[in-house]
């Protein structure tokens, strides 16, 4: 069942709430929600898209783009990773994450990013605008993401020529956000294939 959510931008006050969502969300008290302080002073040529969404006026979900580049063979170009997206467990399988999704793609649409990056389930955000990245002519920045896991969607201003390699800012790096270090749940994206 869908139930109605507002999706907005997220605000100062939101900040610990947003916390205790992704906390939430990933079963992680400290590495995500760390990562999302992290992006939201990371200096890019893009700011930080963060959205929540609220029911009764509570956060019970958040999703946040910030700056990367596609490092192409013509010249950089600047994209957005959609990392991370976090529904409270009282309201996944709502549709939250879905309309978070939506709401992003937009938004950086409406910004002129050509392409948007993220590690995730094929199943998952393949039925949501992405595809497989490698289909599409882009390069991994990591030997620990599972190939099936690496996708892109392509926005109104991408332009054919934009192929390369895709480039996590400092922040995903500095917070050990990229790729999998969980060999088993490594195989079972992997396998996905």
């Given at each position: 069942m869908t139930f109605a959510y507002e999706i907005r931008p997220e605000q100062d006050q939101d900040h610990s709430a947003v916390r205790r969502v992704q906390a939430l969300a990933f079963d992680d008290p400290e590495q995500v929600p760390e990562l999302v302080d992290a992006l939201r002073g990371a200096p890019g040529a893009n700011a930080p898209i963060s959205l929540v969404a609220t029911r009764h006026d509570q956060v019970v979900g958040h999703v946040m783009l910030s700056?990367?580049?596609?490092?192409?063979?013509?010249?950089?170009v600047d994209v957005l990773s959609l990392s991370p997206l976090g529904v409270h467990p009282d309201h996944q399988r709502h549709g939250v994450g879905t309309q978070l999704i939506k709401a992003a793609l937009k938004a950086a649409d409406d910004r002129g990013v050509p392409l948007?990056?993220?590690?995730?389930?094929?199943?998952?955000?393949?039925?949501?605008?992405?595809?497989?990245a490698s289909a599409c002519g882009f390069r991994s920045p990591s030997l620990r993401i599972p190939d099936p896991a690496f996708q892109v969607a392509k926005l109104s201003s991408y332009e054919p020529w934009m192929t390369g390699t895709f480039v996590y800012s400092?922040?995903?790096?500095?917070?050990?956000?990229?790729?999998?270090?969980?060999?088993?749940?490594?195989?079972r994206i992997a396998a996905q294939d």
């Open positions: 700056a990367c580049r596609l490092d192409s063979q013509p010249r950089l948007v990056f993220l590690e995730g389930s094929p199943t998952y955000y393949g039925t949501r605008g992405f595809q497989r400092e922040s995903f790096w500095a917070n050990d956000c990229v790729g999998l270090r969980d060999p088993e749940l490594f195989a």
